[in-house]
């Protein structure tokens, strides 16, 4: 098969052709359809992530596509559905998967991570009755790839782990896949947004798709000073999707009493563990909470909004590209320079 691989962390990504994977007795081979680049596969490549141990490595954690091949144990699924999974593979076994957590699984099985993952023509999926979702004929390919890292993570952030509720605000730091897929499920559950980021374009899209107000810290130094004069005490809820330590504390910094801030941007390098304004905290009673994924039997909830067009992925889709031009697009990604998602649709 075809597929974009790299032999160290941060050394050249490049075009491969390597074997044909087979599936595991309780998994399946997919053919994938469509793939995102998340800034989570950048990490990857750089090093961030120790789940990464084995080379060359292919990344890729969020796609869909068709089942091509399958295991003799697998029960739930059969040769050409069309399927997703979520960027988190639970095993079924642990006490995590058992209390219906799969999404902190200890024995987790990661695409692009733990295992190979979409940047190819096929990838392998594990314990594939546990973790398969069956995508709904009337969504497409590359709408089904954007939910998987990208809208799982922002919808279980926002209703799961935040609780919002109607009329509350949030503010979203950082305005990529994440952040507005974040803007558009809490406008759909009815909330006042304020998005921040520092790309004016970004900001935009961030404003088509519903932002009630947009900020960029180029123009404006006091973030959490300015969101406490739109919301009169702050906001209920906010998320740091980009993972900073400017974003994750200016985030903290913008919650009324009682708030909650939801960590969901990976920290990386010096900004691994960033120290928090703990009295803060303490005196204002706010919650910080961190959220990881979704499990997969959750996607209804999901696709049912879509399907009932509550929600309009196909709106932060920023470009299709072909897997030639994947090596470049991702080594380059940390320079913030695309508003939207952007897709592998050509393999």
């Known amino acids: 098969m075809k597929a974009v691989a790299y032999s160290k962390f941060k050394s050249p990504l490049e075009i491969v052709h390597l074997p044909d994977p087979t599936p595991v007795d309780d998994g399946v081979v997919i053919e994938v359809k469509a793939s995102g680049l998340c800034r989570s596969d950048w990490h990857g490549w750089m090093g961030h992530d120790t789940d990464i141990k084995h080379f060359p490595h292919i990344p890729g954690h969020e796609f869909s596509g068709i089942i091509v091949d399958i295991g003799k144990d697998v029960k739930s699924f059969k040769l050409h559905d069309r399927v997703t999974v979520p960027f988190v593979c639970g095993c079924g076994n642990c006490h995590w998967c058992g209390n219906g957590n799969p999404q902190i699984c200890d024995y987790q099985f990661q695409p692009g991570f733990t295992h190979w993952g979409s940047f190819a023509q096929f990838v392998s999926i594990h314990h594939a009755d546990f973790n398969l979702v069956k995508i709904p004929d009337a969504i497409d ?119 909650k801030h939801i960590q969901v941007g990976l920290m990386a390098s010096e900004d691994f563990r960033p120290s928090y304004p703990i009295e803060i905290i303490i005196s204002k009673e706010l919650e910080i909470i961190g959220s990881h994924g979704m499990q997969a039997k959750k996607y209804p909830e999901l696709l049912d909004m879509i399907l009932n067009e509550k929600l309009h992925p196909s709106k932060i889709i920023g470009k299709t590209i072909p897997l030639e031009s994947l090596p470049e697009t991702l080594q380059n990604m940390n320079r913030f320079k695309h508003a939207g998602i952007t897709v592998v649709n050509k393999f």
């Open 141 to 259: 390919y590359i709408t089904a790839a954007s939910l998987g890292c990208r809208f799982i993570t922002s919808y279980r952030a926002i209703v799961h782990q935040g609780k919002l509720a109607l009329g509350q605000w949030v503010s979203v730091f950082g305005c990529g896949g994440v952040g507005l897929s974040a803007i558009m499920i809490a406008k759909s559950k009815g909330a006042k947004v304020i998005a921040i980021d520092i790309n004016d374009s970004v900001l935009k899209l961030a404003q088509n798709i519903g932002a009630d107000s947009i900020m960029n810290p180029k123009d404006i130094k006091n973030i959490p000073g300015e969101i406490s004069k739109i919301t009169k005490y702050g906001t209920h809820l906010s998320l740091d999707c980009l993972g900073s330590v400017e974003t994750s504390v200016n985030s903290i910094l913008s919650l009324r009493k009682q708030g």
